[in-house]
C-alpha cells in the first residue's frame, strides 16, 4: 500500500533551477521523516536532504544552500526546490520516508525515482 511518486526532474543548464515533488501515500505522512537521495550509476545512493516531522531540515554539506526542502502534510508531499544547478548535480533523485534520522537508517520506503540531468 505503500507508495512515493516522484515527479519534477528533467534537463536544464547550469544555473537553472528545477523544483521536485514526492508525494506520498499508505504511510502516516506527517509522522515521517522524508528525505531526497540522489544516485549515479556506480555510486553509492547519496543522501541529499532530510525533512523531519516537525519542519528541521538536514542537508549534506557539499549543496552550498542552492537546494531546500519543504513538506505540507496536509498534501503527503515533500518538494525539493534545486537553485544554481551543477552538472555534478546531474543524477537520479529519489525520496524516501522513515521513522529515523536518515543519518543514521535509511529510508523504509522509496520512491520509482525522476531524473535530474545538468547540461549545457
Known amino acids: 500500500q505503500v507508495q512515493l511518486v516522484e515527479s519534477g526532474g528533467g534537463t536544464v543548464q547550469p544555473g537553472e533551477s528545477l523544483n521536485l515533488s514526492c508525494t506520498a501515500s499508505?504511510?502516516?505522512?506527517?509522522?515521517?521523516?522524508v528525505g531526497w537521495y540522489r544516485q549515479t550509476p556506480g555510486k553509492q545512493r547519496e543522501l541529499v536532504a532530510q525533512?523531519?516531522?516537525?519542519?528541521?531540515?538536514d542537508y549534506v554539506d557539499s549543496l552550498e544552500g542552492r537546494f531546500t526542502i519543504s513538506r505540507d502534510d496536509a498534501k503527503n508531499t515533500v518538494w525539493l526546490q534545486m537553485n544554481s544547478l551543477k552538472a555534478e548535480d546531474t543524477a537520479v533523485y529519489y525520496c524516501?520516508?522513515?521513522?529515523?534520522?536518515?543519518?543514521?537508517?535509511?529510508?523504509?520506503?522509496w520512491g520509482q525515482g525522476t531524473q535530474v540531468t545538468v547540461s549545457a
Open positions: 499508505g504511510i502516516i505522512f506527517r509522522v515521517h521523516v
Open positions: 525533512i523531519y516531522n516537525t519542519g528541521i531540515t
Open positions: 524516501g520516508g522513515g521513522l529515523y534520522t536518515l543519518r543514521v537508517r535509511e529510508a523504509s520506503y
